[in-house]
């Protein structure tokens, strides 16, 4: 165990010149805070057809704060078609089922200790040690949540390391635990690679990927398009106090910083940025979403996100093919290993509604999902701190009718995309 120690002598005792300690920051929240909206089931259910279900990209369920258990269980039903029953036919026997797909959500406990020293270090520093490692929990929880869910909606870790980063590389043994519900791969139907001036579909792309298959606004336009054409596409996000919300749909696509400064020198930069202050405007109180880095093109608003999942050349991925659409079945795919020294491929997300679960309990210290605790050893002499709290993730998935009879395994609300990027 490591611990907390500041010697006599140390850098950190008390001197008269002391006054002020410098926190050394990382990057905190991130856009991923303001896409989280709440579930309520009356509302989930509200006009199944001819309106999408209103909702945030990234849905809390708290179902489990109230019962017990460690699984909660998200059901999707399929919205009706078929012909309509004319006349004086027979109807008897003849109405349409109710057609279910379902997925579950495990929660786990996660903690953090950090030993905040013995008697002497306290006595020999100016500075409360116990409230500073408070203040290191209250800043590694958000990294860490904000870092499980950018990890489970994009089906992948990637490679980008740091001292910033809390969830381990996948190849780490603990990386399963740590994320809770395994980590899947885009479907098929939600997965595209730029490829030149088109999108193409899957990820086996990526063994064949150059330096200029970069992401512009054309291709924004290309997955607009997609939508459009889609019988059953991502539900738009619907902001709270969003007056344009029926009259003008809008997804949120979350852009790697480098993807992002790549769309920043397109020629129709003002236009990018004027969208967004535009589409702004129809909310009744300015959205945080608005507040930081952001542009919209063609209904997408496009947020700079502090994180990426970034691939390496000749690092491999998993994807599913189209041999394996239906089953959802995960392969090895190598990014090209030719691709041009000091590029890399980076992962964006486009987000719809319930994109994501996110399911919490609550802590037996709390009686809530985050719990804190104090605890003395060595004959009350140290400190440690401890924080945790209870909670899984998961990408939503359900298997969907294609319109052929077909029941296909699809990610219900994010589509990744993935592009060469400049390092």
Request: proline fraction near 4%; charge should be neutral.
């Amino acid at each position: 165990m490591a611990e907390t120690n500041v010697a006599s002598g140390s850098s950190l005792a008390v001197k008269h010149y002391s006054a002020a300690l410098f926190a050394n920051t990382l990057k905190g929240s991130t856009a991923i805070d303001s896409l989280v909206g709440p579930v309520e089931p009356s509302v989930a259910m509200q006009k199944i057809a001819g309106q999408t279900n209103p909702g945030m990209p990234i849905v809390r369920i708290d179902n489990l704060m109230k019962s017990a258990g460690d699984v909660v269980s998200l059901d999707l039903v399929d919205t009706v078609g078929g012909e309509p029953l004319m006349g004086d036919v027979n109807r008897e026997g003849r109405g349409s089922a109710l057609s279910f797909s379902s997925m579950e959500i495990k929660i786990d406990l996660s903690s953090k200790v950090i030993d905040a020293g013995g008697s002497m270090s306290q006595q020999r520093t100016k500075h409360q040690l116990r409230e500073i490692a408070l203040a290191q929990l209250s800043g590694y929880f958000p990294r860490l949540d904000a870092q499980e869910t950018l990890v489970h909606l994009a089906g992948a870790r990637g490679s980008q390391t740091g001292s910033d980063w809390t969830v381990p590389l996948q190849s780490a043994p603990n990386f399963s635990s740590i994320m809770v519900n395994p980590v899947k791969a885009p479907t098929y139907n939600r997965h595209f690679v730029v490829n030149g001036a088109n999108l193409t579909s899957g990820g086996q792309q990526l063994g064949s990927v150059v330096s200029t298959d970069a992401l512009r606004l054309s291709h924004l336009d290309l997955l607009r398009k997609r939508l459009d054409d889609m019988d059953q596409p991502l539900q738009s996000v619907k902001l709270a106090g969003d007056r344009a919300a029926q009259t003008s749909k809008m997804w949120v696509f979350l852009a790697t910083p480098n993807q992002y400064s790549l769309l920043l020198t397109e020629g129709s930069l003002r236009a990018f940025q004027q969208n967004a202050i535009n589409r702004a405007a129809y909310f009744d109180e300015r959205h945080p979403l608005f507040a930081g880095e952001v542009g919209m093109w063609n209904g997408i608003l496009v947020i700079k996100n502090e994180r990426a999942i970034r691939f390496m050349p000749g690092e491999s991925t998993k994807i599913v093919t189209a041999a394996n659409a239906t089953t959802a079945t995960e392969t090895d795919q190598a990014v090209n290993g030719a691709l041009t020294a000091g590029y890399a491929i980076e992962r964006g997300l486009l987000l719809g509604a319930q994109a994501l679960g996110v399911a919490y309990g609550k802590t037996r210290v709390s009686g809530m999902q985050f719990g804190w605790k104090e605890h003395w050893y060595n004959f009350e002499s140290n400190l440690e701190v401890m924080g945790e709290k209870v909670c899984g993730k998961a990408k939503t998935r359900f298997s969907i009718d294609d319109g052929t009879g077909f029941r296909v395994p699809t990610d219900f609300g994010v589509i990744a995309v993935d592009s060469a990027v400049p390092l």
